[in-house]
Antibody, heavy 122, light 106 residues
Framework: EVQLLESGGGLVQPGGSLRLSCAAS????????MSWVRQAPGKGLEWVSA????????YYAESVKGRFTISRDNSKNTLYLQMNSLRAEDTAIYYC???????????????WGQGTTVTVSS | DIQMTQSPSSLSASVGDRVTITCQAS??????LNWYQQKSGKAPKLLIY???NLETGVPSRFSGSGSGTDFTFTISSLQPEDIATYYC????????FGQGTKLEIK
């Protein structure tokens, strides 16, 4: 069974940093692109970032470009999101999601984790 | 960015009703359009991909249609377990989502 389990969320002050992790199992992790998608309290879904299976290509939403860094460790089947210079508007549930295609990044996300909550507040 | 305009934002219907949600893209996205269902407190679940293809295991009362800029999502006979918020999402370019449609039972 394909599973994604996020961790690393918490309360952080504005301007602070946090690193999220997503542990994957049940599929060949290195073959698939992965994304982070967030959802602010009571709001809709916003795609944040993606990374190719090899890690050689990365993609970011304008709202996080220059502040967030996506990476992966294929030996550990784990996806990461390093979040720096955090703002109140980054407060959200962060989901990791697997891309459907085993080649490059498409944006068709077929499996999602349960999410980890990030709160940016003083 | 490609903007996705979804309507209505909320919808109340009775069990057994036919329910339709629309989604319009700000530019031609061919058929690179997904529909997700998100139940309260849960992660989104992919229901429809490539505008009209049903994900494995999804009941056949769910369907999708459209191409280019205009898309439709339909539940042919609403069931109590269908109460959720539904999102369209394009992936012709970097992914963007519609604002969501909150579906309630009348």
């Amino acid at each position: 069974e394909v599973q994604l389990l996020e961790s690393g969320g918490g309360l952080v002050q504005p301007g602070g940093s946090l690193r999220l992790s997503c542990a994957a199992s049940g599929f060949t992790f290195s073959s698939f692109a992965m994304s982070w998608v967030r959802q602010a309290p009571g709001k809709g879904l916003e795609w944040v970032s993606a990374i190719s299976g090899s890690g050689g290509s990365t993609y970011y939403a304008e709202s996080v470009k220059g502040r967030f860094t996506i990476s992966r460790d294929n030996s550990k089947n784990t996806l990461y999101l390093q979040m720096n210079s955090l703002r109140a508007e980054d407060t959200a549930i962060y989901y990791c999601a697997k891309d459907y295609f085993a080649s490059g990044f498409s944006g068709r996300m077929d499996v999602w984790g349960q999410g980890t909550t990030v709160t940016v507040s003083s | 960015d490609i903007q996705m305009t979804q309507s209505p934002s909320s919808l109340s219907a009775s069990v057994g009703d036919r329910v339709t949600i629309t989604c319009q893209a700000s530019q031609d996205i061919d058929n690179y359009l997904n529909w997700y269902q998100q139940k309260s407190g849960k992660a989104p679940k992919l229901l429809i991909y490539d505008a009209s293809n049903l994900e494995t295991g999804v009941p056949s009362r769910f369907s999708g249609s459209g191409s280019g800029t205009d898309f439709t999502f339909t539940i042919s006979s609403l069931q109590p377990e269908d109460i959720a918020t539904y999102y369209c999402q394009q992936y012709d370019n970097l992914p963007t989502f519609g604002q969501g449609t909150k579906l309630e039972i009348k």
